[in-house]
């Protein structure tokens, strides 16, 4: 198995709304601690939120995302570098998420730009252990969908 699936495995949480696939993507914090790392810009303005974030804050984000409510969901990852080692891979990937979800006043698309990192585990299976997000366009980044879809 290779470091991708969990990539393709994000992917197919989304366009099939599958709660328990997105949280397979990610590390089991038995093993290793799990991070996330807002963009500048939602971190400025919703730090409260972020200062607590962890698995249980990434499951409630996407439960409250809610299934698509129109149309087809679609997220787009394109890889631009990556760092390897035995264990672990680092990639920085330009992203476009397209979710229509029903939260009014919130953008059903969301582009940017993140850094994420994922390691293996005793049984040598990959997952999401770091994740930084950063603002690339003027659209709404990830992190700002965490933050209002969050709960909080």
Not at 83 to 104: K, M
Not at 140 to 147: G, I, P, V
Request: aromatic share 16%; with cysteine; charged share 15%.
């Amino acid at each position: 198995m290779t470091p991708d699936i969990v990539l393709d495995n994000l992917k197919s949480a989304f366009t099939e709304y599958n709660v328990d696939n997105y949280m397979r993507c990610f590390v089991d914090t038995a093993v290793r601690q799990y991070e996330f790392i807002p963009s500048q810009e939602t971190q400025a303005n919703y730090a409260g939120v972020f200062s607590h974030w962890n698995l249980e804050a990434e499951r409630q984000y996407f439960v409250h995302l809610g299934p698509a409510t129109t149309g087809t969901p679609s997220l787009s990852l394109i890889t631009q570098s990556s760092v390897v080692s035995s264990d672990s891979v680092t990639y920085l990937i330009s992203y476009s998420l397209y979710f229509p979800h029903s939260r009014s006043n919130v953008p059903q698309q969301v582009s940017g730009n993140m850094q994420i990192s994922l390691g293996t585990d005793n049984q040598r299976l990959w997952s999401i252990y770091r994740w930084q997000d950063f603002k690339a366009t003027r659209d709404s980044t990830w992190s700002y969908w965490k933050a209002v879809f969050s709960g909080s």
